[in-house]
């Protein structure tokens, strides 16, 4: 059963509920389609089954959605039906009948009904609570009882208003003082629960009842649109996404939680499928998840084969990182061993004099104690008594030579020893699992073993995979043929992005005991990860179980790579902060764990100046890797909106200007004002004015100056001197571009006309 509909039984039973209505769309009725509007396309598709019209489906989709506004706004009250709609079309009779049914026809096929709401609201009846449906929606109540409800008595037989037949909305308030009128209904013990912040939530509580909104942590809406504008693909799973989000719930951390269901569910859900084929292709018996990894691969592909009945494939965590199997894959025999050595430590990020004289078995001295904390990649700018440091270590290592040769064999002998004991199968037969990028401990595990996996799987990959390339060969789930925007260079550039989820609170596998199983050595686990990583995979595992139920079957991978773009790209603000929070430890050189998000991290990119610093950034990627370990969540720290501005998105989203102007109107509870600007922003607003039921005094523009008063969508157009001659008091600037300068105009007029104090109100 949902968790939420759980926790609103028992509130409805704590608080004496006599009442409750509910939303009906994206709270009862979800859609197979990533968004509303794809409806649209699906039933211009439909209809061109047997009819030729000369446009595409998108160009239709587009049509819809601007005559349905148009209409909106010409309409008084705001409120129009799909048949008023339909009628503005330019279409003959017989195609609009035609377009109008294929519609209703979609409509049919693509929703459904979540059950666990079904099944609360006959509780809720047999309880002898007054129930009843109400919906802000251009359908009418028996074209909703007949592409919804026509498989469910209950719902079809419970009383649903709809603003198109009452010329009321919710988001007005109007709907549910009517209601309250109609059933005399006490306010006090009524509870109204939907997935709409303003309608569902801000104005039942205005007009005194109980309100519950049903949505997620994170914002769905801006997600959605962010993800299908960057990308033509559709997630038709999306109403999975979003029922995972809501019905279920985190045990401490909510924006994790939401990571999980809404955004790495269905990306890892597509992974574990192409782990599984592959694994099928591959003729393998057993599949080996790397740790760290493993701690959320392991779960989820026994889980994905659960559900796809398969049973002869076996699932093993192999404890195994860059640095327990770096040290036993070195083949002595090469004559050049000891210098390759060097070289790759010294790379290493993170890796000190400290670790250095661990790993070749030095005794601490004056230069240990001078340097331990200094970084190793750093050593040949230093001098100790007058000798370069990095040489004084490679000798001090070098002279330690055959003690090193001796160490590397008992560590591929210790190796051996735990896969044996704790795998018990043949490399041959298993393919192995790892994020990625370089696929360095497959190639290391490969060369310890003296055999060859029969695959090496990697969620995502980079050209470091073709060092290997004469001995050891890969499959990439981002690969050359699904990466998109450079999609696989944004991960390997900052790949903490997801690591620190991905790999839990389990320390890094540092080596194997010289015991008879080869026990591995572990560092010590991130007890400060617990919570979050444990609200992520819980999540993610919610997020498998609902799509499973829901029969949305297997999901592409072109279909996961606008919400991994998206996420790291564009990350929100919650996302981002999230990770100011959890800690990440490599899995090779140093041991410490360090946080992905610092203030010193912010502070930098401050001082360097944030367009600067984006320009950079975009022109050479990997500027500060291993400092900023993601640019793009810091970024958005600083400003929120700063990237999709830099990717042309802002400009092109003034359905989120209007809403976040509507949300300002609600806070300062005006009602009546002016409005400034009516222009195209002017258009998308006046709708949720007329819905909310709010007064426009004058409507202004300097057009008016120049020439003269004219009509925009029923209003006369006054010049601004008009506007405070009458006495207005209130503005309301309906413009992004041009506030500012509006705003002083607006000022240096009033003291112009030496009139009283004017309030102004913009985004």
């Keep these: 059963m949902s968790e939420r509909v759980m926790n609103l039984r028992q509130f409805i039973h704590n608080e004496g509920i006599k009442t409750v209505s509910f939303d009906v769309f994206d709270t009862i009725v979800f859609r197979r389609v990533a968004r509303p509007v794809e409806v649209f396309t699906a039933a211009f598709d439909h209809f061109s089954l047997t009819n030729e019209l000369t446009m595409s489906a998108d160009e239709f989709k587009e049509l819809r959605v601007y005559v349905e506004k148009q209409v909106k706004r010409q309409a008084i009250h705001g409120e129009v039906s799909l048949e008023d709609i339909f009628s503005s ?437 991130l007890p400060d990860n617990s919570a979050p990583v444990n609200d992520f995979l819980n999540g993610v595992v919610v997020y498998f179980r609902l799509h499973h139920q829901l029969g949305f079957g297997q999901i592409s991978t072109k279909q996961i790579i606008p919400i991994l773009y998206r996420y790291i790209q564009l990350p929100s603000k919650l996302e981002a902060q999230l990770f100011t929070r959890i800690l990440h430890q490599d899995n090779f050189g140093s041991n410490d764990a360090y946080p992905i998000i610092t203030d010193h991290q912010r502070e930098e990119i401050e001082q360097w100046g944030l367009a600067d610093f984006y320009q950079e950034f975009c022109q050479y990627p990997k500027v500060k890797v291993g400092k900023i370990h993601w640019p793009q969540a810091v970024i958005t720290l600083i400003s929120e909106r700063f990237l999709a501005r830099q990717l042309g998105l802002m400009s092109m989203d003034t359905d989120s200007d209007v809403l976040n102007l509507v949300e300002r109107l609600l806070e300062h509870k005006w009602r009546r004002f002016s409005v400034y600007g009516a222009g195209l922003f002017f258009e998308k607003l006046l709708p949720y004015l007329q819905k909310n039921n709010l007064q426009i005094d004058y409507l202004i523009d300097r057009k008016a100056d120049i020439s003269g008063p004219y009509n925009v969508a029923g209003f006369e157009v006054v010049s601004l001197d008009t506007a405070l001659a009458g006495g207005t008091d209130k503005v309301l600037i309906s413009s992004y571009a041009f506030k500012d300068e509006i705003a002083r105009n607006i000022y240096e007029q009033s003291i112009m006309h030496n009139s009283h104090a004017i309030d102004v109100l913009s985004l």
């Design 89 to 525: 079309m330019p279409f003959s009779l017989e195609v609009v009948d035609g377009l109008k049914q294929a519609e209703l026809d979609i409509e049919k096929r693509l929703g459904f009904i979540y059950q666990p709401m079904n099944d609360f609201i006959a509780a809720l009846v047999e309880q002898g609570i007054q129930v009843f449906l109400v919906s802000d929606m251009y359908l009418s109540k028996a074209q909703i009882r007949q592409c919804f409800f026509a498989d469910y008595p209950l719902l079809q037989s419970l009383p649903l208003h709809v603003s198109s037949e009452y010329k009321l909305n919710k988001s007005s308030g109007l709907m549910f003082d009517h209601l309250a009128e109609q059933y005399s209904i006490e306010k006090s013990s009524w509870l109204h629960l939907g997935d709409n912040l303003l309608s569902d939530f801000t104005m039942p509580k205005q007009k005194q009842l109980l309100a519950q909104c049903l949505s997620t942590e994170l914002d769905v809406n801006s997600i959605f649109h962010l993800e299908s504008t960057l990308f033509p693909e559709s997630q038709s799973f999306n109403s999975a996404r979003m029922l995972a989000s809501t019905h279920f719930q985190a045990q401490s951390d909510a924006v994790a939680f939401n990571i999980g269901s809404l955004i790495w569910g269905p990306i890892l859900f597509s992974f574990t499928d192409w782990v599984i084929d592959q694994t099928i292709k591959a003729k393998s018996s057993c599949i080996l998840c790397l740790m760290r990894e493993a701690e959320v691969f392991a779960p989820l592909i026994e889980n994905r084969l659960q559900q796809r009945n398969l049973t002869d494939i076996v699932v093993k965590k192999l404890y195994a990182s860059r640095k327990s199997t770096f040290w036993p894959a070195i083949d002595t025999q090469h004559e050049s061993w000891f210098e390759d050595l060097i070289y790759v430590l010294v790379q290493r990020r993170g890796y000190t004099v400290d670790d250095f004289y661990r790993d070749f078995l030095l005794s601490h001295d004056e230069v240990h104690s001078a340097h331990k904390n200094v970084l190793v990649r750093d050593t040949d700018g230093l001098f100790f008594q007058g000798q370069n440091l990095l040489k004084l270590l490679t000798d001090a290592a070098r002279a330690n030579s055959q003690q090193l040769k001796d160490y590397v064999h008992l560590q591929r002998a210790l190796f051996s020893r735990y896969f044996t004991h704790h795998i018990g199968e043949s490399l041959d037969t298993c393919t192995v699992v790892d994020l990625g990028n370089g696929g360095t401990i497959q190639h290391q595990i490969e060369a310890i073993l003296n055999c060859k996996s029969a695959g090496n799987l990697l969620f995502y990959s980079s050209e470091r995979i073709y060092r290997f390339s004469a001995s050891t060969r890969y499959s990439s789930f981002i690969n050359a043929h699904s990466d998109s925007r450079n999609l696989r260079q944004l991960l390997s550039r900052s790949p903490e992005c997801i690591e620190p989820f991905l790999v839990g609170d389990c320390g890094t596998t540092l080596g194997y005991q010289d015991d008879t199983t080869g026990t591995p050595i572990l560092a010590a686990h």
